[in-house]
């Protein structure tokens, strides 16, 4: 775990602000590993609520929510490149990222617009 401590001058704090509000493309492998295992297991529970629960307004909402806590969790390794890497570095093998690759399924898209499932 990387932790990463509060700007404290009102300078920090702006600059904190202004790294939040533009893009940080990822810098390495690692980092879009990173972002491809959010991503893959968002889908992965996406589709258990779409199967799970009742098209309701609450499903809508869990869907919505957990579009949101995909976002957020990018952005949180996005912003925090440097500091991840440089954990991984100084703790080689402590901070593994989960061999996860969804590049072997084959996803069908649905055609009403909702999630994409796997295939087979």
Known sequence: MVDI?????EQARTEA????????PPVDDRIVQRFEVIRGAAIELAH???LQAP????RSTALSRLE???MWSIKAIALHQAAI???EGLHAGCHEIPSTDFSDRAWEVN?????PHPVG
């Open 5 to 9: 401590p509060s700007p404290t001058t």
């Open 17 to 24: 602000i202004v790294s939040s509000l533009v893009n940080h």
């Open 48 to 50: 258990e609520i779409l």
């Open 55 to 58: 098209n309701c307004r609450e």
């Open 68 to 70: 949101e806590t995909v």
């Open 85 to 87: 890497l440089n954990a």
């Open 111 to 115: 055609s009403d617009c909702s999630l």
